[in-house]
């Protein structure tokens, strides 16, 4: 992949004053009483330091800030050796309820188990039964036994077959787990049978494995006054191949792990660390790491007012945390891009709910902190990216942080607010916020002049009532598009699913004094949302919104998201991209 010449540099709306030895970063915001709802004229500085420490470390409340923690350091390895004559602590071996065959004598008929099971005197045949393992997925059993280079040998089931990149990063995140209660600190990782899998499948299977191990290992423990590092260091991945290609694959193995979790600590971060400007030091930190390839635009209040953004700033008027709208450009290295992406994402770094506060059983106030999930899984797509540098696609990151707050500033119930392309919208419901947001970031990512543009939101409680805890909801009124999207989620082994968009339902979403109102009631909400964005946008761009609502279980989509990008993204690992044309 060709190195690029373009060096990119921070938008003129950051200022960066040096008051000692480290730097600072000085945000100013202006903020005067104008059309937009809820705004009155103050002054707000928001300082944030810069040093050694990760740039998420400014508390504003609580004196909280996040102990600094590494990304799990582990080195992989391509390997083609006897699995007996392997030296470490743990020799893991994925077997599939057919490995588990065993003959007359109750011995193994897998090659590679009868082969462990002879080294170790028909002990492994011996607790298998005793233990009742199958090799069904999610049975495991550990042994610490004499005999071996091991010191412990493992059996991790697998199913039926494994075949799927879900499957395989399930066998590494079983890796990890083993690793951790053994306190091992290198690993190797075999299959009992690879008969099935191509050679391409190897490789794929090899990134999978790598990037469930380092998924698995990591703990985010930046809150606690005491935390554990991770002990493992080495993992040999035997039987896959050796050579460039299979280095290549674990390479972006950790590339995308990596991305996945700065999303997972961007979630996690409660709202006292990341306030919006925070959220945007972090985008210009990513920007600044890979400025080859990266250049960021951070808009202030002032600058998001002269571009008309009102549905945005109506949501932001009420917080003591100024708005800041990010925009990450990623330019491909060595030549132009043949195509243009726009990746959106939810940014609201704390949702009260606003004036319909969230109250009452099951509301989960104290979870809100999660509702600018979709802008991390977009900003964890942007680092893995910016290590990947997949050629001939320019891609545009929007965030449009803010948070949804009450005071006397705040927008209220029955306001009317008018977006950046003059859409006016009647606020009937202040905690249906986040598509108020997008509307402004969709049309500024619409004026870039994108080809397609994917929108990534925690926007209503519905969709989870559909479709339960781990699938996505996708809306888009492309099929073209949709396709696309499913054949690269179903690449990286996550969930999602198609939901219609039905226009009868517009009615609902209609007002007899604006264009529009922002909720359209309780039957259908997953819909009515969908609906306001592409109103919104009037089809002026090829949309897909994709919609997940259980929160808690957020950090699946995210890794959901980061693959989609860098598999669909890189023609290294989908030879028919479906970017690249």
């Not at 480290?22 to 004229?41: D, E």
């Not at 330091?49 to 609580?62: D, N, Y």
């Not at 264009?515 to 259908?524: A, C, F, I």
Request: contains cysteine.
């Amino acid at each position: 992949m060709a190195s690029s010449a373009i060096v990119a540099s921070l938008a003129t709306s950051l200022s960066v004053a040096s008051t000692s030895s480290s730097s600072s970063l000085l945000v100013f915001t202006k903020l005067r009483s104008a059309t937009v709802p809820g705004f009155s004229s103050r002054l707000s500085f928001s300082f944030c330091r810069r040093g050694t420490t990760r740039l998420m470390a400014h508390a504003t409340l609580g004196l909280t800030k996040p102990t600094q923690i590494d990304s799990p350091k582990i080195s992989f390895a391509a390997k083609e050796i006897d699995v007996v004559e392997w030296k470490g602590d743990i020799l893991a071996v994925g077997v599939t309820e057919k490995d588990m065959a065993k003959d007359e004598n109750s011995k193994f008929q897998n090659s590679i188990l009868k082969i462990l099971d002879a080294q170790l005197g028909g002990l492994l045949s011996e607790v298998s039964s005793e233990e009742d393992f199958t090799g069904k997925p999610g049975q495991s059993t550990v042994l610490r036994l004499p005999g071996l280079g091991s010191k412990r040998v493992g059996l991790i089931g697998l199913g039926q077959s494994a075949s799927s990149p879900a499957d395989f990063r399930g066998l590494g995140e079983s890796v990890a787990a083993a690793a951790k209660a053994a306190k091992a600190s290198n690993v190797a990782v075999a299959l009992a049978s690879s008969e099935g899998l191509s050679e391409q499948s190897k490789l794929t299977s090899a990134s999978a494995i790598a990037s469930g191990t380092v998924l698995g290992i990591y703990e985010d423990s930046r809150y606690k006054s005491e935390s554990k590092k991770p002990i493992l260091k080495s993992v040999d991945i035997i039987g896959f191949g050796t050579g460039p290609e299979i280095e290549k694959k674990l390479k972006y193995a950790e590339d995308v792990s990596s991305g996945v979790i700065l999303g997972r600590e961007l979630v996690n971060s409660p709202a006292n660390v990341l306030t919006p400007a925070v959220l945007a030091e972090e985008a210009s930190k990513i920007a600044s790491t890979y400025s080859d390839v990266f250049s960021a635009t951070i808009l202030d209040a002032e600058k998001c007012k002269e571009l008309k953004m009102g549905s945005y700033l109506g949501v932001a008027a009420a917080s003591a945390n100024p708005p800041h709208f990010i925009h990450l450009c990623y330019k491909p290295p060595g030549g132009p891009a043949k195509v243009k992406l726009g990746l959106v994402g939810k940014g609201l770094t704390f949702d009260s709910g606003g004036y319909n506060i969230k109250t009452g059983p099951g509301c989960s106030i104290e979870l809100m902190k999660f509702d600018m999930g979709g802008s991390g899984a977009v900003l964890g797509a942007a680092k893995a990216i910016g290590q990947i540098k997949p050629p001939g696609v320019e891609v545009h990151f929007i965030v449009a942080a803010c948070e949804n707050m009450i005071s006397g500033t705040g927008m209220r119930p029955g306001d009317i607010l008018t977006a950046s392309n003059g859409k006016t919208i009647e606020v009937n419901n202040t905690d249906a916020e986040g598509r108020l947001t997008l509307a402004d970031a969709l049309v500024y990512t619409c004026n870039l002049g994108v080809d397609k543009i994917i929108d990534l939101a925690t926007l209503t409680g519905a969709c989870v009532v559909a479709l339960g805890p781990s699938i996505a909801g996708v809306f888009t009124p492309s099929d073209d598009l949709a396709k696309e999207v499913f054949a690269a989620t179903e690449a990286s082994g996550e969930k999602i699913w198609r939901l219609p968009l039905e226009e009868s339902y517009w009615e609902s979403m209609k007002s007899g004094v604006a264009d529009m109102v922002n909720t359209g009631g309780r039957q259908g909400g997953s819909i009515t949302a969908a609906l306001f964005l592409k109103q919104v946008l009037k089809l002026q761009a090829n949309l897909i919104s994709v919609i997940s609502d259980m929160i808690l279980t957020w950090y699946m989509f995210i890794l959901t998201f980061c693959h989609y990008v860098a598999y669909s993204l890189s023609p290294s690992i989908i030879p028919k991209s479906l970017l690249l044309h």
